[in-house]
């Protein structure tokens, strides 16, 4: 085997050997990460002792940074919950989200890294806030029965509402959504009607120009905004 030379060839072999590792033996089972890459480290040949060392110590260093950017996140997530920039109708769910961060918090911080993966431009609270959503709907089973609402103040000016759903998958935003929706295909619909007749259909323009008229997508637009406004005045997110 050709020897390996500088610190970091040696961490990279040793992270190699890590990830080709078959399922761990009875001696093994037990061992923490840090453990069993310490010990592929130890048993790294071709290597001298001063080249060992150096690579573990670089891979600590990476396992420490790790640790204290998710301990970083956890800690701004808990802040925020405790902050006037966060409000839900239910008193019980902040410490029921409290606790599933202090249990996980590394799972925690995974979702926020992956909020900000997938929006490079997203704020910081912002991820934090879609984390704490993702986190609730994961656990649902660990919150009541019923709907509930919760709200976050975000540093830019703007505010997020997010109604959860009740135990059975329904809640006052999906209704109002989904009455937007069809008003806003039935609109569609009788749009592209007229827009594509030749003047010959003359019973189908009727009934689109009947749909136009008596459309619900005003109210429907104005119920869903309504009820936003609603909370975001309850949380006190306005003004």
């Given at each position: 085997?050709?020897?390996?030379?500088?610190a970091?060839?040696?961490?990279?072999?040793?992270?190699?050997?890590?990830?080709?590792?078959?399922?761990?033996?009875?001696?093994?089972?037990?061992?923490?990460?840090?453990?069993?890459i310490?010990?592929?480290?130890?048993?790294v040949?071709?290597?001298?002792?001063?080249v060992?060392?150096q690579?573990?110590?670089?891979?600590n260093?990476?396992?420490?940074?790790?640790k204290?950017?998710?301990?970083?996140?956890?800690?701004?997530?808990?802040?925020?919950?405790?902050?006037?920039?966060f409000?839900?109708?239910?008193?019980?769910?902040?410490?029921?989200?409290?606790?599933?961060?202090?249990?996980?918090?590394?799972?925690?911080a995974?979702?926020?890294?992956?909020?900000?993966?997938?929006?490079p431009?997203?704020?910081?609270?912002?991820?934090?806030a879609?984390?704490?959503q993702?986190?609730?709907?994961?656990?649902?089973?660990?919150f009541?029965?019923?709907?509930f609402?919760?709200?976050?103040?975000?540093?830019?000016?703007?505010?997020?509402?997010s109604?959860?759903?009740?135990?059975?998958?329904?809640?006052?935003?999906?209704?109002?959504?989904?009455?937007?929706?069809?008003?806003?295909?039935?609109?569609?619909?009788?749009a592209?009607?007229?827009?594509?007749?030749?003047g010959?259909?003359?019973?189908?323009?009727?009934?689109?120009s009947?749909?136009?008229?008596?459309?619900?997508?005003?109210k429907?637009?104005k119920?869903?905004?309504?009820?936003?406004?609603?909370?975001?005045?309850?949380?006190?997110?306005r003004?």
């Open positions: 085997m050709t020897a390996i030379s500088s970091n060839n040696a961490a990279l072999l040793i992270l190699q050997q890590t990830n080709a590792s078959l399922l761990p033996t009875k001696q093994q089972a037990g061992k923490s990460a840090a453990d069993t310490a010990a592929i480290a130890n048993g040949s071709s290597q001298t002792s001063a060992k060392t690579a573990s110590s670089t891979i260093s990476a396992l420490l940074d790790v204290e950017s998710n301990d970083g996140i956890v800690s701004s997530a808990l802040d925020f919950l405790d902050s006037d920039n409000k839900t109708s239910d008193a019980s769910v902040t410490d029921v989200i409290k606790k599933l961060i202090n249990d996980d918090g590394d799972k925690f995974s979702l926020v890294k992956a909020e900000k993966a997938q929006h431009n997203i704020s910081d609270d912002n991820a934090i879609n984390a704490i993702r986190l609730i709907r994961d656990n649902r089973s660990k009541g029965d019923g709907e609402v919760i709200g976050f103040k975000l540093g830019s000016g703007g505010g997020i509402i109604n959860i759903e009740d135990k059975n998958g329904n809640s006052t935003s999906k209704t109002l959504t989904a009455a937007l929706k069809a008003a806003q295909s039935s609109l569609t619909e009788a592209e009607v007229i827009n594509s007749s030749d010959t259909n003359t019973d189908a323009l009727k009934a689109a009947a749909a136009l008229n008596n459309s619900n997508f005003g429907a637009t119920d869903f905004g309504a009820w936003v406004d609603e909370w975001m005045n309850a949380f006190g997110f003004g």
